[in-house]
């Protein structure tokens, strides 16, 4: 309500002022996005922000974390499973062609799951709201999870319009988050940050700003596959005084890029070795080589059951409605409603004509 009433006081061209300082102050700063095969041929576009924000009561909000907290937990316990035990294949909660089926699946990585240091410390999801009126969630990002950079520099456009448009308005801080994000660095590295690396796949990435960002941000080395050398299952950091050890690696690489030896071996952005040295327990990784697999969007249809099986409790946000193709059942009812579904692949790097 304070935001709607402020809103009513503005003038049109008052708010085109606000957006005009916020585009200045993006631009300013380099933030940009790249867009791949774009028919102008220009690929790096400016950011965009609008500064009428989206309003989330806190009411609202605190149910949001605690079902982002329960989500998180949960795809973490799948991961370690996945990559362990197996029981949620055993125990008939899933079934095992949607996991063996999903380019996610790393068979190098099987038995990692057991490691104390083989976790999703970082997630990233995406919501919208449903029509019940409640957030929903749409997908789960694991792998190398985007938008922190975005977010601070968001946050760093908005402060003062903010200030000036929504007086009475104290926005949500940032800090804790990101204060968590350091603290977890400075426990792998044993505080030293030279130990840790951003390993980004270069300037052609879409999000690549964001790296560079986060790498100055953080106070870490921006790093590509080429200025890494992994030996006798320790990786490390080429520089001009000799080679320095690394302990600690945030990934901006997809899984299967990550390592020519064991993986994608005609990969050009990852070192040959990485694997092993997550093997040899000689070095940490936000997020683990293997983490694609809980992007699944095949896990859908399972997470109600998944989640009563390792926590015994029903799912406080809910999902869209999926059904997998691979039961009888579902894929009946399929047929029956084509027309107005959506068909994917389970894995999200194939394309499929819907």
Request: aromatic share 10%; hydrophobic share 40%.
């Amino acid at each position: 309500k304070p935001i709607h009433e402020a809103l009513l006081r503005v003038s049109a061209d008052e708010m085109a002022s606000k957006q005009g300082e916020i585009d200045w102050h993006l631009e300013d700063n380099g933030v940009t996005y790249n867009i791949y095969n774009t028919p102008d041929g220009n690929t790096n576009r400016n950011w965009s922000l609008d500064p009428i924000p989206f309003v989330l009561a806190q009411k609202e909000w605190d149910e949001i974390k605690r079902g982002i907290k329960q989500r998180a937990t949960l795809l973490n316990l799948i991961l370690k499973d996945i990559y362990s035990d197996q029981y949620l294949i055993k125990d008939n909660i899933i079934p095992p062609e949607v996991i063996f089926g999903h380019k996610g699946f790393i068979p190098e990585a099987y038995n990692f799951g057991t490691k104390e240091n083989f976790n999703l410390y970082f997630y990233a999801l995406d919501m919208a709201r449903g029509p019940d009126g409640k957030m929903w969630v749409i997908s789960d990002r694991t792998q190398a999870p985007s938008g922190l950079g975005y977010t601070i520099e968001n946050r760093l456009a908005m402060s003062t319009i903010a200030k000036e448009l929504y007086p009475n308005v104290v926005p949500k801080k940032l800090s804790a988050f990101v204060d968590g994000l350091k603290h977890l660095l400075k426990q792998m590295t044993q505080g030293d940050f030279a130990k840790a690396v951003l390993l980004t796949p270069g300037p052609h990435n879409e999000t690549y700003f964001e790296h560079a960002y986060l790498s100055s941000f953080l106070n870490i080395n921006l790093v590509q596959g080429d200025d890494l050398l992994a030996k006798n299952g320790t990786l490390w950091l080429k520089s001009l005084s000799g080679l320095k050890p690394i302990t600690t690696l945030l990934r901006r690489v997809d899984d299967r890029f990550c390592d020519p030896l064991e993986l994608k071996n005609d990969s050009k952005l990852g070192t040959a070795g990485l694997v092993d040295a997550f093997r040899q327990n000689q070095l940490h990784m936000i997020n683990p080589i293997g983490s694609a697999i809980v992007e699944n969007l095949g896990l859908n249809p399972f997470m109600e059951s998944i989640c009563r099986y390792f926590l015994e409790e029903e799912l406080i946000l809910p999902q869209i409605a999926t059904w997998w193709c691979g039961q009888e059942k579902e894929r009946a009812f399929v047929l029956e409603n084509l027309e107005k579904m959506v068909i994917k692949k389970i894995d999200t790097t194939q394309r499929v004509e819907t």
